[in-house]
């Protein structure tokens, strides 16, 4: 038996003119998980997380002359609740009890180039900060290389570059099973 629920919301503004663009996002989540299963034996093992979080990102876009778009923005989240919990029933014994939070920050900057009509390039970088009280590093910088051709109105070819970085969440760094139930 098992309960496994996540619920997120999100509020966006933005504004655009001939310079260029404006966003704004808050946005917060909720996950809840709560299982038990027999194991081994007899013997009834639980598990509870709950994850809730709450962010911002901000977004600039300028344009700089016909050709050239340029972007920068800010990402941040606070993970004020990562709670996880695993124990067996009878005889209570509890392998696993933690409540943290942390907090990430992310910053980019983007440059669109139109190089002919059929013509356009990309260059982009991000670099991600992360607590590192449960992260085994604490930033990465992500590159982003895209050439695109547009042959005609119906078809586009890409040849992209591109590292990403996600963060482990507090369940693949922190969580561990004690015991082979075999």
């Given amino acids: 038996f098992y309960i496994d629920q996540e619920s997120f919301g999100e509020v966006q503004y933005r504004q655009e003119t001939d310079a260029g663009d404006f966003s704004a996002r808050i946005f917060g989540g909720d996950y809840r998980f709560w299982g038990s299963a027999v194991l081994s034996g007899p013997v009834l093992n639980s598990d509870d997380a709950r994850g809730s979080w709450y962010g911002l990102e901000l977004r600039r876009g300028l344009r700089l002359g016909i050709h050239h778009h340029l972007v920068a923005g800010l990402e941040y989240q606070n993970n004020y609740r ?24 992310g910053l980019y900057l983007q440059d669109d180039w139109t190089l002919s009509e059929q013509w356009s390039a990309t260059l982009g970088m991000r670099y991600d900060s992360v607590d ?13 290389l895209a050439l695109i051709y547009r042959p005609g109105s119906q078809s586009t070819l890409k040849l992209l570059y591109g590292h ?19």
Avoid: C, H, I, W
């Fill in 82 to 105: 990562q709670f996880q919990t695993m124990y067996d029933d009878l005889p209570y014994t509890v392998y696993l009890d933690r409540d943290v939070s942390t907090r990430k920050l």
């Fill in 132 to 144: 590192p009280s449960y992260a085994n590093r604490q930033g990465e910088f992500s590159p982003r």
């Fill in 164 to 182: 990403a970085f996600r963060a482990a969440n507090v369940y693949e760094s922190q969580y561990f099973y004690p015991f082979d139930p075999a």
